[in-house]
């Protein structure tokens, strides 16, 4: 019963770039898992129900910000 929900090891990669402007604006745009690996995060099982919790795929934002 307890091997039924099994992570094996694993490698995700996340990056980030950003660029400042004289006048205090900040652009940043973000990768998570670049790798777009699928691994748990979380999980159990039992004599009824084996469930999993999935990391999210590969994504992308872009944030922007004021330091006044």
Known sequence: LRHRVFQPGYFT???S???ITSKGF???VI???LTDK?????GGAS???DGANYAK???FRVS???KY
């Open 17 to 19: 770039i950003s660029y």
């Open 26 to 28: 900040k652009i940043s």
């Open 38 to 42: 699928a691994y748990l995060l979380g």
């Open 47 to 49: 004599s009824l129900y």
């Open 31 to 33: 990768a998570e898992n």
């Open 13 to 15: 990669l996340d990056g």
């Open 57 to 59: 795929p590969r994504s």
């Open 64 to 66: 922007l910000s004021y």
